[in-house]
């Protein structure tokens, strides 16, 4: 009886120092632990691959002063019963709501001086995207639109902004600029600024990421990835257009992904949504 | 001298079976550890964005504006619009999601059913004060609130 007894303690006793020394073990070199992927970690690298390929965009909405309450100050023809208006006022014997506007200026001029950099590009579109004719030369603050270019000019558009980006219709034509800018012309509305994804640093990046991603430890180490660690990306717009910056993972890495919803400035000027997905292993 | 021959047995035994376990259990972690794929679920912070998304599209942002809330039908077409606004840039089966428009006063209240939620709701709300085709602004009817709803199908 107690032969038996003391051999059930031995085993138990057995088990004991074997859980112990299989969790001191795990204590020290804990396999999990000392390889796996934070979730940081991959936020880490989204957080400064998105700080290496951003740009400064700055949107101005801008209305075009197409009809005015400011009577022309000369040219054009006004119509019967509208003739020495009021300025803001209805004229009884007119059948405008306002008076006619005659433009005076065909070429009309838009200072942006507080807004511009040098090397930045500028681009006009109206609210639909369409981008509009402009003449714009860089290195200048006056950025300008000539009514002949338009059977009807937009009332309404929106200034664009930024480094790396090239506008498909405006030159550095300045002789369509007028020799001084006539205020009446336009009427500044709210300015955004903010920072966006450019497709010309993600393109770049993708371009040097696949050079030198296997030589070079310091595109790795200036996105935060360790010597060990490696990534992919991909950017993927909805209209089907894709930045791939993507490698084949070996079957024996753990993988951690993180996708993110980026604005991005394109070539043309366009800022579009997409989708960027992150993995690193 | 039997006894000590089977005390070494069952020793013997011991550390075999220690031996077995420490595969068996080396194996299942190396196994886990290299073929594991993990995903930061973070759908919750693409809210904003999306909002940003649907307030800049102009199409959508004048209906918004302009809808008659007291008119449920054309409410519920302009939602489902939104939604499908939505599921083409999520993209995702996993996820469902809805939206709510109301008053700017109000407080877009899910009409939903989220019974098939794991049990997280994210939610992000924003208010539509006019758009730039607006003709008419009423401060009471015109500005409207969006509400964005989206969980995790369990």
């Known amino acids: ?281 | 001298m039997d006894n000590v021959k089977i005390k070494r047995k069952g020793w013997l035994r011991i550390v075999e079976a220690a031996i077995g376990v420490i595969l068996i259990l080396g194996s299942i972690l190396i196994y886990y550890q290299r073929n594991s794929i993990g995903a930061s679920d973070n759908f919750g912070e693409n809210l904003p964005i999306l909002m940003d998304e649907i307030v800049k599209n102009n199409t959508l942002r004048g209906e918004i504006v302009n809808v008659n809330l007291v008119n449920t039908g054309e409410v519920n077409i302009i939602k489902m619009k939104a939604n499908n606004f939505l599921s083409l840039r999520i993209g995702r089966y996993d996820l469902n999601h809805t939206v709510e428009i109301c008053n700017a006063a109000a407080d877009c209240k899910l009409m939903a059913d989220i019974s098939n939620s794991d049990g997280n709701l994210y939610g992000y709300e924003r208010i539509i004060s006019t758009n730039i085709n607006s003709s008419g602004f009423n401060p009471e009817t015109t500005p409207k609130k969006i509400k964005i709803y989206i969980w995790k199908i369990k």
């Open chain 1, 1 to 281: 009886m107690n032969k038996k007894g003391m051999s059930h303690i031995e085993v138990i006793m057995a088990f004991i120092i074997f859980l112990g020394a299989i969790a001191t073990m795990f204590y020290f070199f804990n396999p999990l632990k000392g390889n796996s992927l934070d979730e940081i970690y991959v936020e880490n690298v989204l957080y400064n691959l998105e700080k290496n390929v951003s740009v400064d965009l700055i949107e101005m909405g801008v209305k075009l002063n197409n009809t005015s309450t400011v009577p022309a100050s000369g040219g054009g023809s006004t119509p019967p019963g509208c003739q020495n208006p009021t300025p803001g006022e209805k004229n009884p014997n007119c059948n405008e709501t306002l008076p006619r506007f005659t433009y005076s200026n065909t070429k009309i001029g838009i200072n942006i001086s507080k807004n511009i950099a040098e090397n930045m590009n500028v681009s006009i579109k109206d609210l639909y995207g369409f981008e509009i004719i402009s003449h714009f030369a860089i290195g200048s603050d006056i950025v300008c639109v000539n009514r002949d270019d338009y059977y009807f000019l937009p009332d309404f558009v929106i200034i664009k902004i930024a480094e790396d980006f090239n506008s498909t219709l405006a030159d550095n034509n300045i002789t369509n600029c007028p020799s001084s800018i006539d205020y009446r012309d336009y009427t500044m509305g709210g300015i955004y600024s903010r920072k966006v994804l450019s497709e010309k640093r993600i393109l770049a990046f993708n371009s040097s990421y696949y050079n030198s991603i296997l030589y070079n430890n310091e595109l790795k180490e200036s996105i935060g990835l360790g010597k060990n660690r490696n990534f992919d990306f991909e950017v993927d717009f909805l209209n089907g257009d894709k930045i791939s910056g993507k490698r084949n993972i070996a079957k024996s890495f753990e993988v951690r992904a993180i996708n993110k919803r980026v604005e991005i400035l394109r070539y043309n000027g366009d800022v579009q949504f997409a989708n960027l997905n992150i993995r690193v292993w």
